[in-house]
């Protein structure tokens, strides 16, 4: 399975924006690049995700590098509400998708 | 309704014990998984049911069983587990699975977990 590579943990001050970055050198033609995230004591929920283009929505944006073997998750306006583990993943043909270790992201007042 | 639901939401079981996970969804997924959890790891794919049919087992021991008794219910029968086993269970439902990724249709729904013990 193709892996991803992220950074263990991020910081950001509250009304600021924060560029989250997932390396997946490994990815195939086929694979899409999703992101969820976990907040404490609950389930992952879906953030986004892409193929080749620049996705936005009311959550975040997700800009996919041309050669798509990075990609960057970009949350406009961090809030103390966006305090959570960010977990990029790819999501191939058969459906399997492989969490990466995820970064913590930590939102300061 | 966009809510997966498990239960119990916590369980503490012995190591001859047999108890079961059960989660349910009514969005009218036909596609449901089970994920075990470790403490500051990512969730791990154990099962993916596909139309109440095992289509994936990443080599769970069979002390795990599963089981999809209709397109709603998902269960997983517990016996004979470790210490090791504790665990967040978590489980997650998507309205496809197989197939291109790009749809929305592959979006996993994710419930709140199991929090289970085994001393």
């Known amino acids: 399975d193709a892996k991803t590579t992220q950074p263990n943990s991020m910081e950001s001050n509250e009304e600021e924006p924060v560029h989250l970055p997932c390396n997946h050198s490994t990815i195939s033609g086929t694979d899409y690049i999703h992101w969820y995230r976990q907040l404490p004591s609950q389930g992952p929920e879906y953030v986004i995700h892409g193929l080749t283009s620049n996705v936005n929505n009311r959550m975040a944006s997700l800009a996919i590098a041309e050669d798509r073997k990075s990609s960057t998750l970009i949350l406009h306006r961090a809030t103390l509400r966006d305090a959570a583990v960010y977990y990029c993943i790819l999501r191939g043909y058969a459906g399997k998708s492989t969490f990466g270790d995820g970064t913590t992201l930590t939102v300061k007042p | 309704d966009t809510e997966v639901t498990q239960t119990p939401k916590h369980l503490v079981m012995g190591m001859t014990n047999k108890k079961s996970l059960k989660c349910e969804q009514h969005m009218g997924h036909r596609a449901m998984y089970w994920y075990k959890q470790k403490a500051k790891k990512p969730p791990e794919l154990m099962f993916v049911y596909s139309y109440e049919k095992l289509s994936i087992n990443e080599s769970v021991p069979s002390r795990f069983s599963p089981e999809c008794p209709n397109s709603s219910l998902l269960n997983l029968h517990l016996h004979a587990l470790q210490p090791e086993d504790s665990a967040l269970y978590l489980c997650?439902?998507?309205?496809?699975?197989?197939?291109?990724?790009?749809?929305?249709?592959?979006?996993?729904?994710f419930g709140p977990g199991t929090r289970l013990t085994v001393l």
């Open positions: 997650a439902s998507s309205q496809g699975y197989l197939g291109l990724a790009g749809g929305r249709d592959n979006e996993q729904f």
